[in-house]
């Protein structure tokens, strides 16, 4: 989880093969109305992400039980809770950075429908984990490969990082 820029593609793409599980970008689930709003700088609201997030539960819901990366925003707490009604096991990792340096990222980026004037609203709809939700925040400031080893970490002090919890 995490905003726009994080790097949830980049590391779930790497995270997925080496705990040999499904992976699947959440960006693939949007309906195109969405991708078009946000194409055109307009956020997203609840009842745009409503069928996104019934998408990915349901797609959560059929890997459960050989384990999966989805990599999603799921910014807010109650947008974390709808997906983890799906999969009740379900370990965030909140992938964790200074608007500076996501910002940059974003400026970087080619090719991708969510515009770099969104960030400052993705930063202010973000609900951080709370204590009593599955999951670790998982700092973004070195190279991907850290950032994968810390997440790795994390899954193993969960018990979640392997397919078979």
Not at 44 to 52: I, M, N, Y
Not at 66 to 75: D, H, N, P
Request: overall charge negative.
């Amino acid at each position: 989880m995490g905003v726009s820029g994080s790097g949830k593609t980049t590391i779930g793409e790497a995270l997925a093969p080496q705990l040999g599980v499904a992976f699947a970008d959440a960006d693939g689930f949007h309906p195109r109305a969405n991708i078009d709003k946000m194409s055109a700088g307009v956020p997203l609201d609840d009842e745009d992400r409503a069928p996104w997030l019934a998408a990915m539960a349901d797609w959560l819901a059929e890997h459960a039980g050989g384990g999966a990366v989805l990599v999603c925003s799921a910014l807010k707490r109650r947008y974390r809770d709808r997906l983890r009604r799906a999969s009740p096991r379900l370990f965030f990792l909140h992938l964790d950075g200074s608007y500076e340096l996501i910002s940059e990222r974003l400026e970087q980026r080619k090719g991708h429908f969510m515009p770099p004037s969104l960030l400052r609203s993705q930063f202010e709809a973000l609900e951080p984990l709370e204590e009593d939700e599955r999951g670790a925040a998982i700092p973004i400031e070195g190279p991907p490969e850290r950032t994968v080893a810390e997440a790795r970490a994390a899954l193993a002090r969960s018990g979640s990082g392997s397919p078979s919890r």
